[in-house]
């Protein structure tokens, strides 16, 4: 059974740094593009950024491009989002998920990112 | 960037009639490949969002079959034949076709009347 589970979400002053995590278990977590998708509160999805199975080619929309960083650690089985300069507009449940053939088959709880003074 | 439109923006259903959602795209999402990758996810309150159909009309294991998704190019549908009260939330097309840029619709909202 595929599990997805983030963690790391809380409350961060604007311009702080959060890392987010997502422990995978039920598949074999090397051979997986994983991605990272946000809602803002009332809003709908956007898809932030994605990362090979062997940790290359990672891909930032231009939202996040230059603060956010994605990276994986294959023998965890884990995935992470380093969030660094924060914003207001940051705010948002964060989604792990897991793409197969151009779609999301698999998605995490989500972590509620909440950036404010 | 492709952009993925929707509409209309909510919807209220009397229980047991038909629902459509329209999802239009800036560019065509039919792939080199041959295949469409057109994605609709249904969001209830509070929950994380649960793929429906794929590739335009392929159904989700386990999905209903009054769920149905059609059409090609530019143009696609969601149709419920017959909503239930577990139907009510928000609704969402994704385009895979054209990575890395993919893109999700801004959601349909669906509420019983």
């Known amino acids: 059974q595929v599990q997805l589970v983030e963690s790391g979400g809380g409350l961060v002053n604007p311009g702080g740094s959060l890392r987010l995590s997502c422990a995978t278990s039920?598949?074999?977590?090397?051979?997986?593009?994983m991605a990272w998708i946000r809602q803002a509160p009332g809003k709908g999805l956007e898809w932030i950024s994605h990362?090979?199975?062997?940790?290359?080619?990672?891909y930032y929309a231009d939202s996040v491009k230059g603060r956010f960083a994605i990276s994986r650690d294959n023998a965890k089985n884990s995935l992470y989002l380093q969030m660094n300069s924060l914003r207001a507009e940051d705010t948002a449940v964060y989604y792990c998920a897991r793409p197969d053939d151009s779609s999301i088959t698999y998605w995490g709880q989500g972590t509620l990112v909440t950036v404010s003074s | 960037d492709v952009v993925m439109t929707q509409s209309p923006l909510s919807l209220a259903v009397t229980l047991g009639q038909p629902a459509s959602i329209s999802c239009r795209s800036s560019?065509?999402?039919?792939?080199?490949?041959?295949?469409?990758?057109l994605s609709w996810f249904h969001q209830r309150p509070g929950q994380s969002p649960r793929r429906l159909i794929y590739k335009v009309s392929s159904r989700d294991s386990g999905v209903p079959d009054r769920f149905s998704g059609s059409g090609s190019g530019t143009d696609f549908t969601l149709k419920i034949s017959r909503v239930e009260a577990e139907d009510v939330g928000v609704y969402y097309c994704f385009q895979g076709t054209h990575w890395p840029r993919l893109a999700f619709g801004g959601g349909t909202k669906v509420e019983i009347k």
């Open positions: 990362i090979s199975g062997s940790g290359s080619n990672p």
């Open positions: 560019q065509s999402l039919v792939h080199s490949n041959g295949n469409t990758y």
């Open positions: 039920g598949f074999s977590f090397s051979a997986q593009y």
